[in-house]
Each structure stands twice: as structure tokens, then as C-alpha cells.
């Protein structure tokens, strides 16, 4: 990429940061958590409207977008023999507690950040894709291949719209996440799902839970435990 093309897509950025901004926060206020299956809304009603919410957003740039399945859309620009996709949600975990900044779904900018629940993971990955793409068009870069925007709406709670996407849709050449600040970020944190099982009597254990999501890092456990004598003695 030479140097000029560079500075213009610099440019581009700087002029685009405030509207960048905005559409997230827009997609940020829909509180787009998995919900009760429906018909026409396998993963709840929000969730479901997110994806016409994308569609729009898509539209007030000049691209013509199109809901699959119920379960996720695309936004396609451009043609040539190989394709180029970029890969963002627009569904979110639950919002969890203990909110100080603002509201979770009240998105703010504040020194520099936006604070709210959706606007990094992956709503911002989202518009990221669309800009990237709206700037081919604008600055006409040449670029052989045809682009692709793939917005899903089932991410956090078991992919089920990639799934429905390869099985329905010829897949693209190269695919690009815009989902970490590190380029190549191939893993992220470890993850553990376990069943516990003691050879002592726990029978004075009523319940035990804790956390929003299995991909949520977890703040807090509550376990309800009956009072006997023996608990008393431990």
C-alpha cells in the first residue's frame, strides 16, 4: 500500500470517527440478548430485529443488505472470481451487574471510550467491517475480489447462524474477524465447564449458582445450604 493511499484512508478515518461512533452506540442501545425461540426468531425477538437494524444501518450508507434465515445477514459489495469477508455480531451476553458509568445499554463516550454493554464485543466490529468496505468504495481502492459483511446474531450463545451461513452460502476466499486489537490473536482467554462431584455428603446443599453466561467470566457464586448440626460442627 503506498504512502498516499495511506493518508487517505487515514483521512477517511478521522472524518468518519464521529459517525463510527454514533452507529455504535445505536446498535449499542438494542438489548440484543438471546431470548425465547419465536417464529421468524429462533434466537428471541431482539435478536432477531438487530439483524433489521444492521440491514438499515447498511442502507443509510448506500449498501443494500439482506436478512438470511432469520439468524444472521449480509451485505455484499463488489464482484470478481474470489470473495473477502468480514465476520461481526450483533447479539450480546447478558448485561450483568454493578453498571457505574452508565447503563448497560445507556452507551456513552467518556474520555476517549465508549462504555456500555455490546459496544466492543462485537457491535463495533460490526460497523468496523461496514466502514472498511464503505472505504473501498469511496476511495475507490481497487480491490479484485467481491466483499462481504456477515452480521450474526448468535454468537454468544452457540453459533448456530455461522452454522446456518455454511451450510447456505458458498464460503469466502479469506475471512477477517475485527475482533481484537491484535492482528493475528488466534485464542483468547482459557475457558472451563465442569460438573463437581465430592465423596462427602453435601445433602445440606439446597442450590448453587452463579454467573450470567458460560462465556462470562463469573463475579459471583450463591449457594443456599439447609442448617443442620452437622453443618454446624464443620
Known sequence: MNAEL??????FIAQHKDAMIEDIMALARIPSVRGEAKPGAPYGEV???ILDE???LAGRHGFEAEVHSDKYALLHHGDGEKSIAFYGHLDVVPEGKGWTVTEPFNPVY???LLVGRGVDDNKAGVVIGLYTIKAVRDLGIPVKSRLTLFMGSNEESGMDDVKTFAAEQPMPDFSLVPDARFPVCNGEKGGLRAKVISDRPFAQVRSMAGGVATNVV???VRATLE??????AE
Request: charged content about 40%.
Open 6 to 11: 495511506v493518508n487517505k484512508v487515514d483521512e
Open 47 to 49: 435478536c432477531r430485529s
Open 54 to 56: 444492521g440491514v438499515t
Open 110 to 112: 467518556k474520555d476517549g
Open 218 to 220: 463469573c463475579e459471583e
Open 227 to 232: 442448617h443442620t448440626p452437622a453443618l454446624k
